[in-house]
């Protein structure tokens, strides 16, 4: 079965600690994995995606396809990373998700 | 461009009331979907849409009914609105085979509590 999981439902950390936010899924096949964040009182936007293998706001992913892993990572979080973050799978073919179940990233001064 | 729009942002109902959720998007994208975000869940795909006239059932399909007769709008309906449908509704759409690639844009979204 197709699966995105993220175990973790809230990561609370201090200004300028490292993070890192869990996902792991399940997949046959090749995956096209996804980051989205949504800040307070803002939609959904696409923070990354593996195909890209860029860095955004000082975020990264890289996929492990033998861990299937796409853990979120940024080496000195700000407030302003405090957000909800979704890891998301395309499923098949039609531009589908497959949402995780989110993690809430609260950073503190 | 006003990118993907929704209406309205929030809305009560009672148990069996009828209702739309509007949305609609102005960037020409062939594919449109429509969410559900709850606590604990994430989002799940509730149905989607390829092009005008065309629409298939995701994950959570039941209760719900779409069409689509233009490209830009993508209503979503609830025929008789049941208390496990309280969730915030998301609309997104899409366009692959360009530089955005699978990247969906969302909506703003729509609190729906049904009393």
């Known amino acids: 079965a197709q699966r995105v999981t993220q175990p973790e439902k809230l990561l609370s950390v201090f200004k300028g600690a490292p993070v890192e936010l869990k996902c792991n899924y399940s997949y046959s096949g090749s995956p096209e994995l996804f980051w989205y964040v949504q800040y307070s009182r803002q939609r959904l936007q696409l923070l990354l995606r593996?195909?890209s293998r860029e860095s955004i706001k000082g975020f990264t992913a890289d996929l492990n396809k033998g861990e299937t892993s796409f853990h979120l990572k940024k080496p000195f979080a700000q407030e302003e990373d405090s957000a909800m973050y979704y890891c998301a799978l395309l499923s098949g073919g039609y531009n589908k998700l497959i949402f995780g179940a989110g993690t809430r990233l609260a950073v503190h001064p | 461009n006003a990118g993907v729009t929704q209406t309205p942002k929030f809305q009560v109902l009672k148990t069996g009331q009828s209702m739309t959720l509007q949305c609609a998007q102005d960037?020409?994208?062939?594919?449109m979907s429509w969410y559900r975000q709850d606590p604990g869940m994430g989002l799940r795909l509730i149905h989607y849409?390829?092009?005008?006239?065309?629409?298939d059932q995701g994950e959570v399909p039941n209760g719900y009914n779409v069409s689509r007769s233009t490209t830009e709008d993508f209503p979503l309906r609830l025929l008789s609105a049941a208390p496990s449908q309280t969730s915030v509704y998301f609309c997104?759409?899409?366009?692959?085979?360009?530089?955005?690639?699978?990247?969906?844009?969302f909506g703003p979204g729509t609190r729906l509590t049904v009393l």
């Open positions: 997104a759409s899409s366009r692959p085979g360009t530089s955005a690639g699978n990247e969906q844009f």
């Open positions: 960037m020409n994208h062939e594919y």
């Open positions: 849409s390829v092009g005008a006239g065309i629409t």
């Open positions: 593996h195909i």
